[in-house]
């Protein structure tokens, strides 16, 4: 059955650049589930933020996919976490701009989406997927934050949604701990872009590490500093080695002397400046290219809902040094497609790194076994047939339901 499909992804336009304040993963995998379910002979529009007022309220791509970006009465960037007073205004304009009741389905994405979502199932019926992507939860657990309307709203959410949609069992043993009677959970994991596949080449004169994602604290940027330091210090590493660091905002790094122009990441690469480079954001096809020669990938975060440059980089057949957090330990195998270590331990990162890049012969047989995995477990292929029988389930169920009053 054909479906015209709305996604809600309030702050992750999925045409945005990678790799900026909030285009991350959120925004790729919204883009990519919706060309797959294009492919599939559905129709996907995704309504979003309208962040960046050079761009077109209404965007097309693949075939049957649209982007349409709402204002809510702010044209131009907004940070999330000011998002929420913006909902009633985001609801409003989606009901002036689009007939809503012309969709089978809704998948909403984020809790402030889940926010949007329950409304507009309760005003018009639709059938109803979540996906949470991040767990306010799961940050307290990891950081001390606590953000109670969050968490509240995301429990709501999670009891309301007709299903939800885990992406590692990490993540559905999470919901399940914190939420009462929560909604059906199914666990479909994440694809990886078909761009990110191992090359021909993958040796390079000049071994290094690479990073890719925003440079916060909550993405471990400091700790793998830290840890890079430490090696680098102790002689424990090739007086070649590199740091290759991608992401990040254009005002925060100096793009043409590769390196960080705020205050606080300039301490931290003083002395390094020699072996760190910042090569800001860069596209899939320039992420595939750097995992693919990379020694390892390093993804050090204190928290992640899945991992999705651990996957991408396993599927480049990439090593992956991950922390032993939240859906990572699912998505990177240790010992056998990377390893696992303690969060914010410079120590253990470093020891990783060193263990990495003075074992070659190991670290190819994690890169050849990460290659493996990736292409069985992280197909978008699969995982929109998958999300497609998904969705046929909910539509008919919700039928039923409605059949029956």
Known sequence: ??????????????????????????????????????????????????????????????????????????????????????????????????????????????????????????????????????????????????????????????????????????????????????SPIKVIPIGVDHRFKPSTQKEKARPYFAFAGRLEVTKGIYTLLNAFRLLMERHELPSSTKLVIAGGDPDKIDLDKKLPTCPKLKKAVAGLERHVDFIGARSQRQLAELFNKATAVIVPSTYESFGMVAAEAQACGSPVIASRVGGLKDVVRHRETGLHVEKENKEHLAFAMKLLAANREFTRSLGRRAAAYARWEFNWDSVAKKMDGLYEVVILGKQKVLASD
């Open 1 to 182: 059955m054909k479906k015209k499909i709305v996604f809600i992804s309030d702050h992750g336009d999925p045409l945005a650049a990678l790799g900026g304040e909030q285009a991350g993963g959120q925004n790729n995998y919204v883009k990519q589930l919706a060309l797959s379910l294009d492919k599939r002979g559905h129709a996907v529009d995704v309504i979003t933020h309208w962040a960046d007022a050079a761009v077109p309220q209404v965007e097309e791509f693949g075939s049957g996919c649209r982007v349409i970006r709402v204002s809510a009465g702010v044209k131009g960037y907004v940070p999330k976490s000011d998002m929420y007073n913006m909902l009633y205004d985001f609801y409003d304009e989606m009901q002036s701009l689009i007939d809503l009741s012309s969709y089978d389905l809704v998948h909403t994405h984020y809790w402030l989406s889940g926010l949007l979502g329950a409304k507009l199932a309760e005003d018009y019926g639709l059938p109803w997927i979540h996906t949470s992507h991040s767990l306010g939860v799961a940050k307290q657990q990891a950081t001390g934050v606590t953000e109670p309307k969050r968490i509240s709203a995301e429990q709501l959410i999670l009891q309301l949604a007709d299903t939800v949609v885990a992406t590692t069992a990490s993540e559905r043993k999470l919901i399940n701990s914190f939420v009462k009677n929560p």
